[in-house]
Protein backbone atom coordinates (compact mmCIF):
# COMPACT_ATOMS: atom_id res chain seq x y z
CA UNK A 1 0.00 0.00 0.00
CA UNK A 2 1.99 3.39 -1.12
CA UNK A 3 -0.33 5.71 -0.98
CA UNK A 4 -3.84 6.50 1.39
CA UNK A 5 -7.61 7.78 -0.54
CA UNK A 6 -10.11 9.19 1.42
CA UNK A 7 -13.81 9.82 -0.32
CA UNK A 8 -15.22 12.89 1.03
CA UNK A 9 -18.50 15.03 0.08
CA UNK A 10 -21.77 15.83 1.40
CA UNK A 11 -24.36 13.15 3.23
CA UNK A 12 -25.46 10.61 0.03
CA UNK A 13 -23.54 11.30 -3.09
CA UNK A 14 -22.39 7.82 -3.63
CA UNK A 15 -19.06 7.90 -0.86
CA UNK A 16 -19.70 4.33 0.22
CA UNK A 17 -20.69 2.91 -2.81
CA UNK A 18 -17.54 3.22 -4.51
CA UNK A 19 -15.70 2.36 -1.23
CA UNK A 20 -17.32 -0.85 -1.56
CA UNK A 21 -16.31 -0.97 -5.23
CA UNK A 22 -12.77 -0.40 -4.65
CA UNK A 23 -12.87 -2.98 -1.82
CA UNK A 24 -14.43 -5.30 -3.82
CA UNK A 25 -16.47 -5.92 -0.58
CA UNK A 26 -19.98 -4.70 0.48
CA UNK A 27 -18.08 -3.61 3.71
CA UNK A 28 -20.01 0.00 4.33
CA UNK A 29 -23.56 0.39 4.54
CA UNK A 30 -25.43 1.94 1.74
CA UNK A 31 -28.72 3.34 1.77
CA UNK A 32 -30.35 6.38 0.14
CA UNK A 33 -31.37 7.69 3.47
CA UNK A 34 -28.40 10.30 4.35
CA UNK A 35 -25.71 10.23 6.53
CA UNK A 36 -25.38 6.13 6.99
CA UNK A 37 -21.72 6.34 7.53
CA UNK A 38 -21.01 8.12 10.56
CA UNK A 39 -17.58 6.41 11.39
CA UNK A 40 -14.49 6.08 9.15
CA UNK A 41 -13.88 3.59 7.43
CA UNK A 42 -10.31 1.77 5.99
CA UNK A 43 -9.77 -0.84 3.65
CA UNK A 44 -7.54 -2.23 1.05
CA UNK A 45 -8.47 -0.92 -2.16
CA UNK A 46 -7.59 -2.44 -5.89
CA UNK A 47 -8.16 -0.53 -9.07
CA UNK A 48 -5.82 -2.41 -11.78
CA UNK A 49 -2.39 -2.61 -10.81
CA UNK A 50 -2.74 -0.12 -8.14
CA UNK A 51 -2.73 -1.14 -4.48
CA UNK A 52 -3.60 1.72 -1.72
CA UNK A 53 -5.60 1.83 1.60
CA UNK A 54 -9.20 3.66 1.22
CA UNK A 55 -11.18 5.81 3.83
CA UNK A 56 -14.88 5.63 4.05
CA UNK A 57 -15.76 8.87 5.45
CA UNK A 58 -19.14 10.55 6.90
CA UNK A 59 -20.56 13.06 4.79
CA UNK A 60 -19.55 16.91 5.46
CA UNK A 61 -21.78 18.86 7.20
CA UNK A 62 -21.94 22.62 7.94
CA UNK A 63 -21.95 21.96 11.70
CA UNK A 64 -18.73 22.99 13.80
CA UNK A 65 -19.71 22.60 17.54
CA UNK A 66 -19.79 19.31 19.64
CA UNK A 67 -23.27 18.19 18.43
CA UNK A 68 -23.03 14.49 16.22
CA UNK A 69 -22.89 15.92 13.02
CA UNK A 70 -20.14 18.48 14.21
CA UNK A 71 -17.89 15.10 15.52
CA UNK A 72 -18.64 13.36 11.96
CA UNK A 73 -17.17 16.64 10.48
CA UNK A 74 -14.04 17.06 12.48
CA UNK A 75 -13.38 12.98 12.09
CA UNK A 76 -13.43 13.44 8.05
CA UNK A 77 -11.38 16.91 8.24
CA UNK A 78 -8.77 14.37 10.20
CA UNK A 79 -8.88 11.95 7.37
CA UNK A 80 -8.50 14.54 5.20
CA UNK A 81 -5.27 15.52 6.83
CA UNK A 82 -4.07 11.92 7.27
CA UNK A 83 -5.04 11.23 3.73
CA UNK A 84 -2.74 11.24 0.42
CA UNK A 85 -4.86 11.89 -1.72
CA UNK A 86 -8.56 13.23 -1.45
CA UNK A 87 -11.85 12.41 -3.76
CA UNK A 88 -14.40 14.57 -3.41
CA UNK A 89 -17.43 13.39 -4.54
CA UNK A 90 -20.58 15.96 -5.34
CA UNK A 91 -23.91 14.31 -6.84
CA UNK A 92 -23.92 15.36 -11.15
CA UNK A 93 -27.51 15.03 -10.53
CA UNK A 94 -28.52 17.36 -8.20
CA UNK A 95 -25.42 19.90 -9.32
CA UNK A 96 -23.14 22.37 -7.17
CA UNK A 97 -24.89 23.13 -3.97
CA UNK A 98 -23.65 26.03 -1.75
CA UNK A 99 -22.22 23.30 0.82
CA UNK A 100 -20.42 21.99 -2.25
CA UNK A 101 -18.67 24.86 -2.91
CA UNK A 102 -17.61 25.80 1.00
CA UNK A 103 -15.93 22.06 1.03
CA UNK A 104 -13.90 22.78 -1.80
CA UNK A 105 -12.48 25.75 -0.52
CA UNK A 106 -12.06 23.72 2.85
CA UNK A 107 -10.16 20.90 0.84
CA UNK A 108 -7.91 23.39 -1.19
CA UNK A 109 -6.65 24.96 1.98
CA UNK A 110 -6.30 21.26 3.73
CA UNK A 111 -5.89 18.60 1.44
CA UNK A 112 -2.52 17.51 -0.41
CA UNK A 113 -4.27 16.32 -3.38
CA UNK A 114 -7.50 16.86 -4.33
CA UNK A 115 -9.38 14.78 -7.10
CA UNK A 116 -12.93 16.03 -8.25
CA UNK A 117 -15.52 13.51 -9.01
CA UNK A 118 -19.06 13.87 -10.23
CA UNK A 119 -20.93 10.72 -8.66
CA UNK A 120 -24.00 9.41 -10.55
CA UNK A 121 -22.85 10.50 -13.72
CA UNK A 122 -24.90 8.07 -15.94
CA UNK A 123 -27.10 9.12 -18.47
CA UNK A 124 -28.01 12.68 -20.01
CA UNK A 125 -29.39 14.06 -16.42
CA UNK A 126 -26.06 14.19 -15.25
CA UNK A 127 -24.58 16.50 -17.79
CA UNK A 128 -25.40 19.74 -16.46
CA UNK A 129 -23.86 18.78 -13.32
CA UNK A 130 -20.88 17.55 -14.42
CA UNK A 131 -20.37 20.84 -15.92
CA UNK A 132 -20.95 22.95 -13.49
CA UNK A 133 -18.16 21.16 -11.12
CA UNK A 134 -15.72 23.04 -13.21
CA UNK A 135 -16.97 25.83 -11.36
CA UNK A 136 -15.79 24.43 -7.72
CA UNK A 137 -11.64 25.24 -9.42
CA UNK A 138 -10.08 21.88 -8.60
CA UNK A 139 -9.58 20.84 -12.23
CA UNK A 140 -11.27 18.26 -14.55
CA UNK A 141 -14.04 16.45 -12.96
CA UNK A 142 -14.25 13.10 -13.72
CA UNK A 143 -17.83 11.13 -14.42
CA UNK A 144 -18.25 8.44 -12.16
CA UNK A 145 -21.08 6.09 -11.67
CA UNK A 146 -20.13 4.65 -8.54
CA UNK A 147 -22.92 2.01 -8.92
CA UNK A 148 -22.33 0.86 -12.08
CA UNK A 149 -18.35 0.87 -12.00
CA UNK A 150 -18.36 3.87 -14.93
CA UNK A 151 -15.43 5.99 -14.92
CA UNK A 152 -13.00 4.24 -13.15
CA UNK A 153 -10.41 3.84 -15.76
CA UNK A 154 -9.86 7.80 -15.50
CA UNK A 155 -9.94 7.42 -11.20
CA UNK A 156 -7.07 5.42 -12.48
CA UNK A 157 -5.72 7.60 -14.59
CA UNK A 158 -5.38 10.05 -12.02
CA UNK A 159 -4.28 8.07 -9.60
CA UNK A 160 -1.18 6.11 -11.66
CA UNK A 161 1.23 9.35 -11.67
CA UNK A 162 0.69 10.28 -7.87
CA UNK A 163 1.00 6.28 -6.87
CA UNK A 164 4.68 6.31 -8.60
CA UNK A 165 4.82 9.83 -6.80
CA UNK A 166 4.17 8.32 -3.43
CA UNK A 167 5.95 5.00 -4.12
CA UNK A 168 9.39 7.08 -4.85
CA UNK A 169 8.50 9.12 -1.51
CA UNK A 170 7.92 5.82 0.14
CA UNK A 171 10.85 4.64 -1.01
CA UNK A 172 13.24 7.46 -0.52
CA UNK A 173 12.11 7.40 3.39
CA UNK A 174 12.11 3.87 4.15
CA UNK A 175 15.15 2.66 6.38
CA UNK A 176 17.21 0.77 4.94
CA UNK A 177 16.84 -2.83 7.37
CA UNK A 178 18.31 -6.47 6.66
CA UNK A 179 21.00 -5.12 4.78
CA UNK A 180 22.80 -8.51 3.23
CA UNK A 181 26.87 -8.65 4.05
CA UNK A 182 29.77 -10.69 2.24
CA UNK A 183 32.42 -12.24 4.38
CA UNK A 184 34.35 -9.44 3.12
CA UNK A 185 32.10 -6.38 3.66
CA UNK A 186 32.87 -4.81 6.41
CA UNK A 187 32.60 -0.67 5.88
CA UNK A 188 31.57 1.18 8.74
CA UNK A 189 27.62 2.18 9.53
CA UNK A 190 26.72 4.96 7.41
CA UNK A 191 26.79 8.51 8.46
CA UNK A 192 23.61 10.22 8.48
CA UNK A 193 23.62 13.13 6.29
CA UNK A 194 21.10 16.16 5.83
CA UNK A 195 20.24 14.40 2.94
CA UNK A 196 19.61 10.67 3.91
CA UNK A 197 19.43 11.93 7.76
CA UNK A 198 18.79 9.35 11.10
CA UNK A 199 15.15 9.18 11.37
CA UNK A 200 13.97 8.31 14.80
CA UNK A 201 10.47 7.84 16.18
CA UNK A 202 9.28 9.09 19.62
CA UNK A 203 6.59 7.04 21.12
CA UNK A 204 4.82 6.60 24.60
CA UNK A 205 2.02 6.97 26.04
CA UNK A 206 -0.38 10.27 26.39
CA UNK A 207 0.94 12.97 28.13
CA UNK A 208 4.75 11.65 28.70
CA UNK A 209 6.09 14.86 27.03
CA UNK A 210 6.97 13.65 23.86
CA UNK A 211 6.16 17.05 22.02
CA UNK A 212 8.31 19.03 24.68
CA UNK A 213 10.94 17.29 24.24
CA UNK A 214 11.33 17.91 20.40
CA UNK A 215 10.54 21.07 21.63
CA UNK A 216 13.68 21.39 23.83
CA UNK A 217 15.78 19.17 21.27
CA UNK A 218 14.51 22.20 18.58
CA UNK A 219 15.11 25.26 20.92
CA UNK A 220 11.35 26.68 20.23
CA UNK A 221 8.21 25.98 20.24
CA UNK A 222 7.43 24.10 17.06
CA UNK A 223 4.96 21.65 18.21
CA UNK A 224 1.56 22.41 20.38
CA UNK A 225 1.89 21.34 23.92
CA UNK A 226 0.04 21.30 27.48
CA UNK A 227 -1.38 19.73 30.22
CA UNK A 228 -3.88 17.66 28.42
CA UNK A 229 -3.41 14.42 26.91
CA UNK A 230 -3.90 13.60 23.31
CA UNK A 231 -3.01 17.03 22.19
CA UNK A 232 -0.91 15.45 19.37
CA UNK A 233 -3.05 13.58 16.43
CA UNK A 234 -0.53 13.68 13.54
CA UNK A 235 2.78 11.58 13.29
CA UNK A 236 4.69 14.92 12.30
CA UNK A 237 8.20 15.04 11.10
CA UNK A 238 10.76 17.25 11.71
CA UNK A 239 14.20 17.39 9.99
CA UNK A 240 16.79 18.50 12.54
CA UNK A 241 20.74 18.89 13.27
CA UNK A 242 21.06 18.12 16.60
CA UNK A 243 24.54 19.08 17.98
CA UNK A 244 26.03 17.59 14.23
CA UNK A 245 23.97 14.91 14.23
CA UNK A 246 21.35 14.95 11.16
CA UNK A 247 17.95 13.35 11.99
CA UNK A 248 14.47 13.60 10.79
CA UNK A 249 12.08 13.06 13.94
CA UNK A 250 8.88 11.79 14.37
CA UNK A 251 6.59 13.24 16.90
CA UNK A 252 3.58 10.62 17.37
CA UNK A 253 0.39 10.73 19.50
CA UNK A 254 0.20 8.95 22.63
CA UNK A 255 -0.88 5.48 22.74
CA UNK A 256 -2.90 3.85 25.19
CA UNK A 257 -4.53 0.59 25.69
CA UNK A 258 -6.66 -0.77 22.77
CA UNK A 259 -9.54 -1.11 25.16
CA UNK A 260 -9.30 2.61 25.82
CA UNK A 261 -9.19 4.10 22.26
CA UNK A 262 -12.47 4.68 21.85
CA UNK A 263 -12.59 7.81 19.70
CA UNK A 264 -12.32 7.04 15.48
CA UNK A 265 -10.16 9.93 15.40
CA UNK A 266 -7.55 8.48 18.07
CA UNK A 267 -7.86 5.13 16.23
CA UNK A 268 -6.67 7.43 12.96
CA UNK A 269 -3.20 8.63 15.68
CA UNK A 270 -2.40 5.66 16.76
CA UNK A 271 -2.32 4.03 13.49
CA UNK A 272 -0.04 6.46 12.21
CA UNK A 273 2.77 6.30 15.00
CA UNK A 274 2.48 2.71 14.72
CA UNK A 275 3.47 3.71 10.69
CA UNK A 276 6.32 5.62 12.62
CA UNK A 277 7.90 3.11 14.27
CA UNK A 278 8.48 1.15 11.05
CA UNK A 279 9.87 4.17 9.07
CA UNK A 280 12.11 4.33 12.00
CA UNK A 281 16.12 3.00 12.62
CA UNK A 282 16.07 4.14 16.22
CA UNK A 283 13.10 4.12 18.65
CA UNK A 284 13.12 6.66 21.52
CA UNK A 285 10.54 5.20 24.07
CA UNK A 286 9.49 7.44 26.29
CA UNK A 287 8.51 7.09 29.97
CA UNK A 288 6.76 9.00 32.28
CA UNK A 289 9.04 8.84 35.53
CA UNK A 290 5.59 8.81 37.80
CA UNK A 291 4.80 5.86 35.96
CA UNK A 292 7.19 4.20 34.24
CA UNK A 293 6.69 0.79 32.55
CA UNK A 294 3.23 0.68 32.50
CA UNK A 295 1.38 -2.41 29.74
CA UNK A 296 1.44 0.00 27.40
CA UNK A 297 4.78 0.82 27.19
CA UNK A 298 6.32 -2.54 27.56
CA UNK A 299 3.94 -2.87 24.04
CA UNK A 300 6.06 -0.04 22.19
CA UNK A 301 9.15 -1.12 23.28
CA UNK A 302 8.45 -4.73 22.27
CA UNK A 303 6.68 -3.26 19.18
CA UNK A 304 9.94 -1.56 17.82
CA UNK A 305 12.04 -4.83 19.29
CA UNK A 306 10.10 -7.14 16.95
CA UNK A 307 10.29 -4.42 13.75
CA UNK A 308 13.81 -4.88 14.54
CA UNK A 309 14.70 -1.15 15.52
CA UNK A 310 17.40 -0.09 17.96
CA UNK A 311 15.46 1.47 21.19
CA UNK A 312 16.77 3.99 23.51
CA UNK A 313 14.32 4.06 26.93
CA UNK A 314 13.85 7.38 27.88
CA UNK A 315 12.79 8.78 32.09
CA UNK A 316 10.91 11.67 31.52
CA UNK A 317 9.93 14.11 34.18
CA UNK A 318 13.20 13.60 36.53
CA UNK A 319 13.47 17.11 37.86
CA UNK A 320 10.41 16.31 39.98
CA UNK A 321 11.35 12.79 40.86
CA UNK A 322 11.78 13.37 44.73
CA UNK A 323 13.92 10.17 45.60
CA UNK A 324 16.13 9.87 42.39
CA UNK A 325 19.09 7.20 42.86
CA UNK A 326 16.00 4.67 44.48
CA UNK A 327 14.05 5.33 41.67
CA UNK A 328 16.59 4.49 39.27
CA UNK A 329 18.01 1.59 40.69
CA UNK A 330 14.27 0.14 40.53
CA UNK A 331 14.01 1.45 37.08
CA UNK A 332 16.91 -0.57 35.70
CA UNK A 333 15.43 -3.96 38.37
CA UNK A 334 11.86 -3.92 36.45
CA UNK A 335 13.70 -3.38 32.72
CA UNK A 336 15.80 -6.05 33.05
CA UNK A 337 13.04 -8.14 34.12
CA UNK A 338 10.61 -7.12 31.76
CA UNK A 339 12.12 -6.13 28.73
CA UNK A 340 14.88 -9.28 28.90
CA UNK A 341 14.64 -8.90 24.89
CA UNK A 342 16.25 -5.76 25.14
CA UNK A 343 18.99 -6.14 27.49
CA UNK A 344 21.49 -3.43 27.51
CA UNK A 345 19.48 -1.28 25.62
CA UNK A 346 20.16 2.30 27.30
CA UNK A 347 17.79 3.39 29.91
CA UNK A 348 18.06 7.44 30.17
CA UNK A 349 16.80 10.03 32.63
CA UNK A 350 15.88 13.07 30.85
CA UNK A 351 13.61 16.44 32.11
CA UNK A 352 12.25 17.73 28.73
CA UNK A 353 10.96 20.93 30.56
CA UNK A 354 14.39 21.82 31.16
CA UNK A 355 16.36 20.36 28.80
CA UNK A 356 19.06 18.36 31.35
CA UNK A 357 19.79 14.91 30.60
CA UNK A 358 19.54 15.20 26.71
CA UNK A 359 23.13 15.74 26.26
CA UNK A 360 23.12 11.59 27.21
CA UNK A 361 19.78 10.89 25.06
CA UNK A 362 21.72 12.00 22.10
CA UNK A 363 24.94 9.78 22.40
CA UNK A 364 22.44 6.86 23.63
CA UNK A 365 20.44 7.16 19.67
CA UNK A 366 23.92 7.51 18.44
CA UNK A 367 25.36 4.81 20.45
CA UNK A 368 22.48 2.61 19.61
CA UNK A 369 22.53 3.69 16.04
CA UNK A 370 26.22 2.51 15.65
CA UNK A 371 24.94 -0.82 17.24
CA UNK A 372 22.37 -1.02 15.09
CA UNK A 373 24.77 -1.27 12.40
CA UNK A 374 27.57 -3.32 13.83
CA UNK A 375 29.18 -6.06 12.10
CA UNK A 376 31.38 -9.21 12.74
CA UNK A 377 34.28 -11.04 11.21
CA UNK A 378 33.56 -14.98 10.66
CA UNK A 379 36.38 -15.68 12.05
CA UNK A 380 35.92 -14.25 15.28
CA UNK A 381 32.70 -15.38 15.25
CA UNK A 382 34.05 -18.74 14.88
CA UNK A 383 36.23 -18.54 17.69
CA UNK A 384 33.47 -17.38 19.91
CA UNK A 385 31.37 -20.21 18.78
CA UNK A 386 34.14 -22.72 20.02
CA UNK A 387 34.60 -20.55 23.32
CA UNK A 388 30.78 -20.62 24.00
CA UNK A 389 30.86 -23.70 22.88
CA UNK A 390 33.37 -25.40 25.49
CA UNK A 391 31.95 -23.65 28.26
CA UNK A 392 27.98 -25.00 27.53
CA UNK A 393 27.65 -27.64 25.32
CA UNK A 394 24.53 -27.67 23.57
CA UNK A 395 22.17 -30.99 24.56
CA UNK A 396 21.60 -34.12 23.40
CA UNK A 397 17.66 -34.39 22.92
CA UNK A 398 16.92 -38.79 22.95
CA UNK A 399 20.95 -38.85 22.82
CA UNK A 400 21.89 -37.45 19.92
CA UNK A 401 24.13 -34.16 20.59
CA UNK A 402 23.40 -31.10 18.15
CA UNK A 403 26.34 -30.54 16.67
CA UNK A 404 27.05 -26.38 15.80
CA UNK A 405 29.76 -26.41 12.91
CA UNK A 406 30.07 -22.51 11.57
CA UNK A 407 28.86 -19.28 11.66
CA UNK A 408 28.71 -16.05 10.01
CA UNK A 409 27.04 -13.03 9.66
CA UNK A 410 24.44 -12.71 6.99
CA UNK A 411 22.68 -9.36 7.77
CA UNK A 412 22.67 -6.08 9.29
CA UNK A 413 20.46 -3.38 10.65
CA UNK A 414 19.79 -5.22 13.41
CA UNK A 415 22.40 -7.52 13.50
CA UNK A 416 21.06 -11.30 11.78
CA UNK A 417 23.57 -14.24 12.53
CA UNK A 418 23.55 -17.94 10.95
CA UNK A 419 24.19 -21.06 13.25
CA UNK A 420 25.07 -24.14 10.30
CA UNK A 421 24.39 -27.19 13.09
CA UNK A 422 22.38 -30.54 12.90
CA UNK A 423 18.95 -30.94 13.85
CA UNK A 424 17.99 -27.38 14.17
CA UNK A 425 13.98 -27.99 15.01
CA UNK A 426 15.14 -29.71 18.16
CA UNK A 427 17.57 -26.93 19.69
CA UNK A 428 16.17 -25.82 22.94
CA UNK A 429 14.78 -21.92 22.90
CA UNK A 430 17.09 -21.68 25.91
CA UNK A 431 20.27 -22.30 24.00
CA UNK A 432 19.24 -19.85 21.40
CA UNK A 433 19.25 -17.12 24.16
CA UNK A 434 21.97 -18.07 25.86
CA UNK A 435 24.24 -17.58 22.41
CA UNK A 436 22.45 -14.14 21.77
CA UNK A 437 23.32 -13.15 25.23
CA UNK A 438 26.78 -14.21 24.33
CA UNK A 439 26.96 -12.30 21.42
CA UNK A 440 25.43 -8.99 23.34
CA UNK A 441 27.74 -9.32 25.58
CA UNK A 442 31.35 -10.18 23.83
CA UNK A 443 30.86 -7.67 21.23
CA UNK A 444 29.15 -4.62 22.65
CA UNK A 445 26.05 -4.75 21.21
CA UNK A 446 23.97 -4.42 24.15
CA UNK A 447 19.82 -3.56 23.69
CA UNK A 448 20.19 -3.46 19.63
CA UNK A 449 17.20 -6.41 18.48
CA UNK A 450 19.89 -9.89 17.18
CA UNK A 451 18.62 -12.29 14.74
CA UNK A 452 20.00 -15.84 15.21
CA UNK A 453 18.81 -18.65 12.65
CA UNK A 454 20.05 -22.34 12.79
CA UNK A 455 20.07 -24.06 9.78
CA UNK A 456 20.20 -27.95 8.97
CA UNK A 457 23.57 -29.16 7.95
CA UNK A 458 23.65 -32.75 7.35
CA UNK A 459 26.06 -34.67 7.70
CA UNK A 460 25.20 -38.15 6.28
CA UNK A 461 27.11 -39.42 3.66
CA UNK A 462 24.87 -39.43 0.38
CA UNK A 463 27.00 -42.31 -1.20
CA UNK A 464 26.13 -44.95 1.86
CA UNK A 465 23.06 -46.84 0.71
CA UNK A 466 24.19 -47.22 -2.54
CA UNK A 467 27.64 -48.95 -1.29
CA UNK A 468 25.75 -51.41 1.48
CA UNK A 469 23.32 -52.13 -1.47
CA UNK A 470 25.73 -52.86 -4.34
CA UNK A 471 27.49 -56.11 -3.22
CA UNK A 472 23.53 -57.17 -2.55
CA UNK A 473 23.16 -56.99 -6.20
CA UNK A 474 25.89 -58.45 -7.50
CA UNK A 475 25.69 -61.61 -5.37
CA UNK A 476 22.00 -61.75 -6.88
CA UNK A 477 23.20 -61.24 -10.49
CA UNK A 478 26.38 -63.45 -9.79
CA UNK A 479 24.29 -66.09 -8.60
CA UNK A 480 22.02 -66.10 -11.50
CA UNK A 481 24.29 -66.12 -13.85
CA UNK A 482 25.78 -69.36 -12.24
CA UNK A 483 22.59 -70.71 -12.77
Keep these: MTFSLAIVGRPNVGKSTLFNRLVGKRLALVDDQPGVTRDLREGAARLGDLRFTVIDTAGLEEATDESLQGRMRKLTERAVDVADVCLFMIDARAGVTPTDEIFAEILRKRAKHVILAANKGEGSAADGGVIEAYSLGLGEPIR ?3 EHGEGLNDLY ?19 ETDVALDDDDYDGPRVPTAKKPLQVAVVGRP ?3 KSTLINQILGEERLLTGPEAGITRDAISLQIEWDGLHMRIFDTAGMRKKARVQEKLEKLSVGDGLRAVKFAEV ?13 QDLRLADLAEREGRAVVVAVNK ?3 EPEKQAKLRDLRESFERLLPQLRGAPLVTVSAKTGKGLDRLRAAVEKAHEVWNRRVATAQLNRWLTGMLEAHPPPAPGGKRIKLRYMTQAKTRPPGFVVMCSHPD ?6 TRYLVNGLRVDFDMPGTPIRLHLRSQSDKNPYKAKKKS ?7 HTGKNAK
Design 144 to 146: LSA
Design 157 to 175: AHLMPLSDEFAKRAEAEAP
Design 207 to 209: NAG
Design 283 to 295: VIVLLDAAIPFEQ
Design 318 to 320: WDI
Design 426 to 431: KMPESY
Design 470 to 476: TPSRLRK
